[in-house]
């Protein structure tokens, strides 16, 4: 899933790993070898 916009929250499913977007550069978060989760919050 690609960063759109600051203030999205990111979650790893494999070691919890939490990242807030302070600013949205594109691209994809991955963690553990796998794309993180977009959460709500």
């Given amino acids: ?3 759109e ?3 999205e929250k990111y979650r790893c ?3 919890g790993n939490e990242v807030f977007v302070t600013v949205a550069g ?3 978060l ?6 993180m989760e977009k959460i709500e919050g």
Avoid: R
């Fill in 1 to 3: 899933m690609a960063v």
């Fill in 5 to 7: 916009t600051e203030g």
């Fill in 13 to 15: 499913n494999v070691c």
């Fill in 26 to 28: 594109g691209g994809t």
């Fill in 30 to 35: 991955v963690c553990c070898g796998e794309d």
